[in-house]
């Protein structure tokens, strides 16, 4: 049972900028720059037939090529933050891009999302830390300079079963 998402890449000189970032972090689980990408829409464990209705669907979404813009590092977890991230900034043509995702995923059978769309990347996935230790690790770093990338397509990825990368796109959809 494939693990899906639907996401776009980095391109290669923001993920080596973010690279420079890992470490100084206990129990951090950095995420491999080869693997960093922005999540519209996660899924989950799905079986092929359902994988595939997804596929299709993803097919008809019509959006606009667009510059993405990065912001700030943060986290999320509240008092037990789980993963830090570089946020990017919920620019009109992407918000847009993620609402037809998951009006795609929900032509194909898939549930509402839950959470609130907060565009990021995850660069560390969090054990057993505090808030003050990330709170210490994110004050230590000089605030990113914003960087833009044009987003040209978003792809739909499989994962490894249980999560985690690596991750591989299987489909990939242009935007116009």
Excluded at 152 to 168: D, I
């Amino acid at each position: 049972m494939p693990r899906l998402f639907v996401a776009f890449g980095l391109p290669q000189l923001l993920r080596d900028s973010l690279a420079l970032t890992r470490g100084g972090l206990e129990n951090a689980r950095w995420i491999d720059p080869s693997d960093y990408h922005v999540t519209l829409r996660f899924i989950g464990d799905v079986d092929n037939a359902r994988a595939d209705r997804l596929a299709e669907a993803l097919e008809m979404v019509e959006a606009e090529s667009f510059t993405a813009r990065t912001e700030s590092y943060g986290c999320f977890g509240g008092d037990k933050p789980r993963i830090v991230h570089l946020g990017l900034h919920a620019d009109p043509e992407l918000v847009v891009l993620q609402q037809k995702v998951e009006f795609a995923c929900r032509a194909a059978g898939f549930e509402p999302e839950g959470r609130k769309f907060t565009p990021h990347i995850t660069i560390a996935r969090m054990r057993r830390k505090g808030p003050e230790d990330i709170a210490h690790w994110l004050s230590s770093r000089m605030p990113p300079i914003p960087q833009t990338f044009r987003v040209e397509n978003f792809s739909l990825y499989v994962a490894r079963t249980g999560g985690g990368g690596p991750y591989h796109p299987i489909v990939e959809y242009p935007l116009d």
